[in-house]
């Protein structure tokens, strides 16, 4: 059972270009979630997604940025125009289904670190 | 608004050394906490999953506690080898906050030979 997978794993765009990460959950898992790392930074949560729809963007930055989970194939996380202060590492991580009034666990990707030029 | 602290941010030791990290949250409304680990350019390995009805869980030299009342956790690695250095994070689940989890910024360990 192959965990989850992030491409593609290093990514480097200039300014002004858009950049799209794309994440793979575990076989079975139809929760997804991105964060973001930035240099001497904790990870901070963006996005929060099932499949065709997001629950919870409450982190995500209100321009430019998009997510989107579809019914079929990985979840993407776009961000266009970007700017130099958009270089992090990007994880997601899934999870099974949420039992109500409980939350299971996460298990993350390796990462997308993009680096704005 | 939950906050996750993580004492100290550094933590340098020599091998064999028994060694505990620290993690503090404000919210005590939490549905698990997990302890994880980050190699330098890598992604995270979840080392310990707590739920809130537990007190503490341990796998091989690892155990970790939960005090939700008094809003800690703690780490506990036993008998430090360097390959235990790298960068472990501590994060919670709280009630009422979507399925996200609150990261603190973690605690640097290096294990010296």
């Known amino acids: 059972n192959a965990g989850v997978m992030q491409n593609p794993r290093h990514l480097v765009r200039r300014r002004g270009q858009e950049a799209r990460l794309r994440c793979s959950p575990m076989k079975g898992h139809s929760h997804v979630y991105w964060y973001r790392q930035l240099p001497e930074e904790g990870l901070k949560f963006m996005v929060y997604?099932?499949?065709?729809?997001?629950?919870?963007e409450s982190g995500m930055p209100k321009e430019r940025f998009s997510a989107e989970f579809p019914k079929e194939g990985p979840s993407i996380l776009r961000i266009q125009q970007v700017v130099r202060g958009d270089s992090a590492a990007y994880f997601c991580?899934?999870?099974?289904?949420?039992?109500?009034?409980?939350?299971?666990?996460?298990?993350f990707g390796p990462g997308t670190r993009l680096t704005v030029l | 608004k939950q906050e996750v602290t993580q004492i100290p941010a550094a933590l340098s030791v020599p091998e064999g050394e028994n060694l505990v990290l620290n993690c503090s949250f404000t919210d005590s409304a939490i549905y698990n906490l997990q302890w994880f680990r980050q190699d330098p350019g890598k992604g995270l390995t979840s080392l310990l999953l707590i739920q809130s009805s537990q007190r503490e869980q341990t796998s091989g030299r690892l155990n970790a506690s939960l005090d939700k009342s008094s809003g800690r956790s703690t780490l506990y690695i036993a008998a430090s080898q360097p390959g235990d250095s790298a960068t472990y994070l501590c994060a919670v689940a709280t009630q009422g906050g979507s399925e996200k989890l609150v990261f603190g910024k973690g605690t640097k360990l290096t294990v010296n030979p």
């Open positions: 997604l099932q499949k065709e729809n997001i629950i919870d």
């Open positions: 991580a899934s999870s099974p289904i949420v039992v109500w009034g409980s939350m299971n666990e996460q298990f």
